[in-house]
């Protein structure tokens, strides 16, 4: 029933009345304020429906831009893998002694081999989806091998782990480190593309559109590059 409906009968109430005294004047002019009063809040229920429909509205839309941005993420989480994955087997195919088992005049298998598969076991625990076991793996690689050239791709691994499971905050530190300590690796510029994101999962929307630029400005016609500018069209900018 509309408050419209609701009043009428109270208005008709009203001007059956008479106002031969001040009584019936006073009463008259009491219900009359009741009847404002119940407009008043008619009208602010209506305004806080009205904010909520809004509020819902923008939440939606807000949700398919962080949908599109999770599903790009993990395109480009993806390629990354691939490209590691097909660089990996290739340089195993290669090492592989022909017609079969090893000679037994073969000497032991160096620290540098030892390291390439600490680094393969954990990157497949990674492929298969397993990030916590794959995050132990790294952990331990990193601290073992200190001088494998494999650190930048480790600490890679790493973040996309951190990334993945939704730690921001760990996945920002990892690229961070590749970003300080192995800036000539070809990890350096997928490693400021994804600090970058991890920034702005974090809510720091600021520094991640500083970041985002950075590539844009710096590194123009990269792929890290055009991704940035694409997450800034995403922002609005």
């Not at 393969?120 to 601290?143: I, Q």
């Amino acid at each position: 029933m509309s408050a419209r409906t609701m009043m009428l009968p109270t208005l008709a109430a009203l001007l059956t009345i008479g106002c031969g005294s001040e009584d019936q004047l006073r009463r008259v002019e009491q219900e009359v304020g009741d009847l404002k009063l119940e407009v008043f809040k008619l009208r602010q229920t209506v305004e806080e429906g009205n904010k909520k429909a809004q509020a819902d509205q923008q939440a939606t839309s807000e949700a398919r831009i962080q949908d599109r941005r999770f599903q790009a993420d993990l395109q480009d989480s993806l390629r990354q893998v691939q490209d590691t994955t097909r660089a990996l087997n290739n340089r195993l195919n290669s090492q592989q002694p022909k017609g079969g088992n090893r000679p037994a005049t073969e000497p032991q298998p160096s620290a540098a081999a030892e390291d390439e598969r600490a680094f393969n076991a954990a990157v497949l625990d990674y492929n298969r989806g397993n990030y916590p076991l794959a995050v132990e793996g790294l952990d331990l690689f990193l601290t073992t091998y200190r001088q494998s050239s494999k650190r930048p791709e480790a600490l890679f691994f790493l973040g996309l782990c951190h990334y993945n499971q939704r730690a921001f905050d760990k996945a920002q530190s990892a690229f961070d480190r590749i970003i300080r300590d192995h800036a000539a690796s070809p990890q350096f510029l997928p490693a400021k593309l994804k600090r970058a994101q991890c920034l702005l999962k974090q809510g720091l929307k600021p520094a991640a559109v500083i970041a985002f630029r950075e590539l844009v400005d710096g590194f123009s016609g990269s792929a890290e590059a055009r991704t940035a500018q694409q997450e800034l069209s995403d922002l609005g900018l």
